[in-house]
């Protein structure tokens, strides 16, 4: 080999070593190629050398192709450099007729497999990189639906070659507008290839061109991703390997947002508790607490009716104010019915999502009930209905069972007032009110209507009666009698017991005329329903804004017209004569 050949090679030699110590990952397989062709060219200006594809394409080679090329001898002037896989091949010739330096051929095959090792090295570090920059962005994500929109973003920008599927759980609260499918246990859509992954929770090759992967945390598979390749591409090792590491990232960041929204949940869960206890501990009346108590199981559980029961001592139970119009109707009784039962089997609550099954297509679907208890006993309980089937969740459930459990001791405590406050206000045998409270009512209306009547009321004969008949028919006289005057009066009248055997009645916002109409209807009402027969005598009196004056005064003219009604031979009444028709 002439000198001058020698120097041409050493020197291509040293510019080859050059450029692979200066090239950077930027630098593709073409234009590494493209490098080599314009190297031989000027190094063996004398040769003019040419390096083209034996293809009519450009210096273009698949990064996946394996470095295996060998030169091949044709002629002096000519050599093929040729892939013993793919048969891919380069023409390397001299121009000029002279013959191709004998190591020259193995420079540039080492050249060329050096290249395509290093594209295909550079290219799995860049794909690397990107599969880790893709579950390093998992660690942010903090909500289930976009874990799972990121992981098929993510999947399909990598794998493009690949096509994905995923299976959710039906426990899991997604978003079912995502390309998922649900994951069912049985029936003709269930998958037994991605059932089998989601229970055990692991992966499962279908062929060579698809798996099925699991997404799961440290806690439990959530659910499962296919992947297959299109067009019967091949899935290799390494790519089920990134695809794997894809999943099992997303499945803990999944698990993580789930951890994360529970946690949400619990805290407003809580709010919620500590808010309605606060509120209930407010409104110490039974009307107000239910009402309110009600008012919030329909804003957090979206309930279309709602109702809460007493039971008593009979065990019967009892309606309680807040409840919907539903519960007053016949159709309710059966839902009544079947909550009432299971509580009494000892069931600690009552859930059902398909609840057409068993109260009929026209019934409600979704059903709530759990019991109120005091020192272990079921004293009532509440209910809650939707018509969607399975509207409301296990989550649901628990919090409902929380808030009854806080809120019944505020019922309770209302029960208690209510209770007392009725005690103090009425008379435990007729259940009138009490004189203390007739006479605030009273006093009340003088500050704030025009006028009002006053009827003070004595059963005739009423000591012949308990003489006759004894006591207890004496005081069911008295029970008859009071009976019979609150059938007979406005909703917004007050009867009380006035002591003994009279009885009183105040008419607010009505004038003596009118006063006398009913007080004539008492009479005869009286004298027509009570057993054994008994006769009433009615003393009238009234006030106005025109002719005011106090209780002690309107009080002492009725029972001066009440003696004269007495003196008049009774079962009668009398007006006081300074009573006017005001």
């Given at each position: 080999?002439?000198?001058?050949?020698?120097d041409?090679?050493t020197?291509?030699?040293?510019?080859?070593?050059?450029?692979?110590?200066?090239?950077?990952e930027?630098?593709s397989?073409?234009?590494?190629?493209?490098?080599?062709?314009?190297?031989l060219?000027?190094?063996?200006?004398?040769?003019s050398l040419?390096?083209?594809?034996?293809?009519?394409?450009?210096f273009t080679?698949?990064t996946?192709e394996?470095?295996?090329?060998?030169?091949?001898?044709?002629?002096d002037?000519?050599?093929?450099i040729?892939?013993?896989?793919?048969?891919r091949?380069?023409?390397?010739?001299?121009?000029?007729?002279?013959?191709?330096?004998?190591?020259?051929p193995?420079?540039?095959?080492?050249f060329?497999?050096?290249?395509v090792?290093q594209?295909?090295?550079?290219d799995?570090?860049?794909?690397?990189?990107?599969?880790?920059k893709?579950?390093?962005?998992?660690?942010s994500?903090?909500d289930q639906?976009?874990?799972l929109?990121k992981?098929?973003a993510s999947?399909?920008?990598?794998?493009?070659?690949?096509?994905f599927?995923l299976f959710?759980?039906?426990?899991q609260d997604?978003?079912?507008?995502?390309?998922?499918k649900?994951l069912?246990?049985d029936?003709?859509d269930?998958?037994?290839?991605?059932?089998?992954?989601?229970?055990?929770?692991?992966?499962?090759?279908?062929g060579?061109?698809?798996?099925?992967?699991?997404?799961?945390?440290?806690?439990?598979?959530?659910?499962v991703?296919?992947?297959?390749?299109?067009?019967?591409?091949?899935l290799?090792?390494?790519?089920?390997?990134?695809?794997?590491?894809?999943?099992?990232?997303?499945g803990?960041?999944?698990?993580?947002?789930?951890?994360y929204e529970?946690?949400?949940?619990?805290?407003?869960?809580?709010e919620l508790?500590?808010?309605?206890?606060?509120?209930?501990n407010?409104r110490?009346?039974?009307t107000?607490?239910?009402?309110?108590?009600?008012?919030?199981?329909?804003q957090?559980?979206?309930?279309?009716?709602v109702?809460?029961?007493?039971?008593?001592h009979?065990?019967?139970?009892?309606?309680?104010?807040?409840h919907?119009?539903?519960?007053?109707?016949?159709?309710?009784?059966?839902?009544?019915?079947?909550?009432?039962?299971k509580?009494?089997e000892g069931?600690?609550?009552?859930?059902?999502?398909?609840?057409?099954t068993?109260?009929?297509?026209?019934g409600?679907?979704?059903?709530m009930a759990?019991?109120?208890?005091?020192n272990?006993?079921?004293?009532?309980?509440?209910?809650?209905l939707?018509?969607?089937?399975?509207a409301f969740?296990f989550e649901?459930?628990?919090l409902?069972?929380?808030?009854?459990?806080h809120a019944?001791?505020?019922?309770?405590?209302?029960?208690?007032?209510?209770r007392?406050e009725?005690?103090?206000?009425?008379?435990?045998l007729?259940?009138?009110?009490?004189?203390?409270y007739?006479?605030?009512?009273?006093?009340?209306?003088?500050?704030i209507?025009?006028?009002?009547?006053?009827?003070?009321?004595?059963?005739?004969?009423?000591?012949n009666?308990?003489?006759?008949?004894?006591h207890?028919?004496?005081?069911?006289?008295?029970?008859?009698?009071?009976?019979?005057?609150?059938?007979?009066i406005?909703?917004?009248?007050?009867?009380?017991?006035?002591?003994?055997e009279?009885?009183?009645?105040y008419?607010?916002?009505?004038?003596v005329?009118?006063?006398e109409r009913i007080?004539?209807?008492?009479v005869?009402?009286?004298r027509e329903n009570?057993?054994?027969?008994?006769?009433?005598?009615?003393?009238?009196s009234?006030w106005?804004?025109?002719?005011?004056?106090?209780l002690?005064?309107?009080?002492?003219?009725?029972?001066e017209a009440?003696?004269?009604?007495k003196?008049?031979?009774k079962?009668r009444?009398?007006i006081?004569?300074n009573?006017?028709?005001t």
């Amino acid at each position: 080999m002439k000198k001058q050949t020698i120097d041409e090679v050493t020197a291509f030699h040293q510019k080859m070593l050059s450029f692979f110590l200066t090239k950077s990952e930027s630098v593709s397989l073409s234009d590494s190629l493209l490098w080599l062709a314009s190297a031989l060219e000027s190094c063996f200006t004398s040769l003019s050398l040419t390096l083209s594809p034996a293809e009519s394409t450009r210096f273009t080679i698949k990064t996946e192709e394996e470095p295996n090329y060998a030169p091949l001898k044709e002629s002096d002037g000519r050599f093929m450099i040729r892939n013993q896989t793919s048969g891919r091949s380069f023409y390397l010739r001299s121009e000029s007729g002279l013959p191709i330096p004998e190591s020259l051929p193995e420079l540039v095959t080492q050249f060329i497999n050096q290249s395509v090792r290093q594209s295909g090295l550079f290219d799995k570090t860049k794909h690397q990189r990107k599969i880790h920059k893709m579950t390093e962005m998992f660690h942010s994500l903090l909500d289930q639906d976009e874990v799972l929109e990121k992981l098929q973003a993510s999947l399909r920008k990598a794998f493009q070659s690949f096509r994905f599927l995923l299976f959710i759980s039906q426990d899991q609260d997604t978003d079912r507008q995502l390309p998922a499918k649900e994951l069912h246990m049985d029936g003709e859509d269930a998958d037994p290839f991605a059932l089998k992954v989601y229970l055990s929770g692991r992966m499962l090759r279908k062929g060579r061109s698809s798996a099925y992967l699991p997404i799961k945390g440290q806690q439990g598979t959530y659910g499962v991703l296919k992947a297959e390749g299109l067009q019967d591409a091949a899935l290799s090792c390494s790519s089920l390997s990134e695809m794997m590491l894809l999943a099992g990232a997303a499945g803990k960041a999944f698990e993580n947002a789930q951890l994360y929204e529970q946690s949400k949940k619990s805290i407003a869960n809580l709010e919620l508790i500590n808010e309605t206890s606060r509120q209930l501990n407010q409104r110490l009346r039974l009307t107000d607490t239910m009402r309110e108590l009600a008012a919030i199981m329909i804003q957090s559980f979206h309930a279309e009716e709602v109702a809460f029961f007493h039971i008593d001592h009979f065990e019967a139970q009892n309606l309680l104010p807040g409840h919907t119009a539903f519960f007053k109707t016949e159709r309710a009784d059966a839902y009544i019915s079947i909550v009432k039962e299971k509580l009494f089997e000892g069931e600690k609550g009552v859930f059902i999502g398909s609840g057409k099954t068993v109260f009929g297509e026209n019934g409600y679907g979704s059903l709530m009930a759990v019991p109120m208890i005091e020192n272990d006993t079921v004293f009532g309980f509440a209910i809650l209905l939707k018509k969607d089937l399975y509207a409301f969740t296990f989550e649901m459930y628990k919090l409902f069972q929380a808030l009854i459990h806080h809120a019944t001791l505020a019922v309770t405590n209302s029960m208690l007032r209510d209770r007392l406050e009725h005690l103090v206000q009425t008379d435990q045998l007729t259940e009138l009110y009490s004189r203390t409270y007739l006479d605030e009512k009273i006093q009340y209306s003088m500050k704030i209507h025009k006028r009002g009547v006053f009827i003070l009321v004595d059963i005739d004969n009423f000591k012949n009666i308990n003489d006759t008949y004894g006591h207890q028919t004496g005081d069911s006289i008295l029970i008859q009698v009071a009976s019979v005057m609150k059938n007979h009066i406005r909703e917004h009248d007050v009867a009380a017991r006035w002591g003994g055997e009279e009885l009183a009645v105040y008419l607010p916002n009505i004038n003596v005329s009118s006063g006398e109409r009913i007080a004539r209807r008492l009479v005869r009402a009286i004298r027509e329903n009570t057993e054994p027969r008994v006769t009433i005598s009615c003393g009238v009196s009234c006030w106005s804004k025109t002719d005011p004056m106090p209780l002690k005064m309107l009080v002492q003219q009725a029972d001066e017209a009440l003696y004269t009604a007495k003196r008049n031979g009774k079962n009668r009444l009398i007006i006081h004569q300074n009573s006017t028709a005001t």
